[in-house]
């Protein structure tokens, strides 16, 4: 499934960029990338299963895709960036739980993106442990969600 993407203005000064700390939990399947020579990116090191625009673009597969779109300074940060070593195309679902930072400028436009290339949502099991499914500390409900889901908390916004 996909879901309609939701676009926020950010605040602050139009004059000013802020660096904006971002906390991800959540459940999803891994997507994989490719660098700008179109090679399959083998690992993400920057901040596991994160990933910006200029290091790499989402190659075209049936998995989920978690994304933030800044208008200015223009660049997609990609959520659920996995390598091609983490197996994120067997269709399982991972726990996330990981902080990375995002640049935004004063009163630009921030879209939230959710796209699943075969639109079926895998289904929250722990495969490799025949398992329930996972539960994200602090996220609710803590029970477990029966599908994927990822939540964005702002943890800090630091004027540049």
Same mark, same amino acid.
């Given at each position: 499934?996909?879901?309609?993407?939701?676009?926020?203005?950010?605040?602050?000064?139009?004059?000013?960029?802020?660096?904006?700390?971002?906390?991800?939990?959540?459940?999803?399947?891994?997507?994989?990338?490719?660098?700008?020579?179109?090679?399959?990116?083998?690992?993400?090191?920057?901040?596991?299963?994160?990933?910006?625009?200029?290091?790499?673009?989402?190659?075209?597969?049936?998995?989920?895709?978690?994304?933030?779109?800044?208008?200015?300074?223009?660049?997609?940060?990609?959520?659920? =960036?996995?390598? +091609? !070593?983490? #197996?994120? $195309?067997?269709?399982?679902?991972?726990?996330? *739980?990981?902080? =990375?930072?995002? +640049? !935004?400028? #004063?009163? $630009?436009?921030?879209?939230?993106?959710?796209? *699943?290339?075969?639109?079926?949502? +895998?289904?929250?099991?722990?495969?490799?442990?025949?398992?329930?499914?996972?539960?994200?500390?602090?996220?609710?409900?803590?029970?477990?969600?029966?599908?994927?889901?990822?939540?964005?908390?702002?943890?800090?916004?630091?004027?540049?």
């Amino acid at each position: 499934m996909s879901l309609p993407p939701t676009t926020l203005t950010f605040g602050g000064d139009p004059q000013s960029t802020y660096k904006v700390t971002l906390r991800f939990r959540g459940v999803t399947e891994g997507h994989t990338f490719s660098d700008s020579n179109n090679q399959k990116i083998a690992t993400v090191t920057l901040v596991p299963y994160f990933l910006d625009s200029a290091q790499g673009h989402p190659n075209q597969d049936d998995h989920a895709l978690f994304s933030i779109d800044v208008a200015q300074p223009q660049k997609i940060y990609y959520a659920n =960036a996995f390598s +091609t !070593v983490d #197996g994120a $195309a067997d269709h399982r679902v991972y726990p996330l *739980d990981y902080m =990375a930072d995002i +640049t !935004v400028q #004063g009163g $630009a436009s921030v879209t939230l993106k959710f796209a *699943d290339g075969n639109n079926i949502q +895998t289904q929250n099991l722990d495969f490799a442990n025949d398992a329930g499914p996972f539960v994200v500390d602090g996220v609710p409900p803590a029970a477990g969600f029966d599908g994927e889901f990822l939540q964005i908390d702002v943890v800090s916004v630091t004027q540049q």
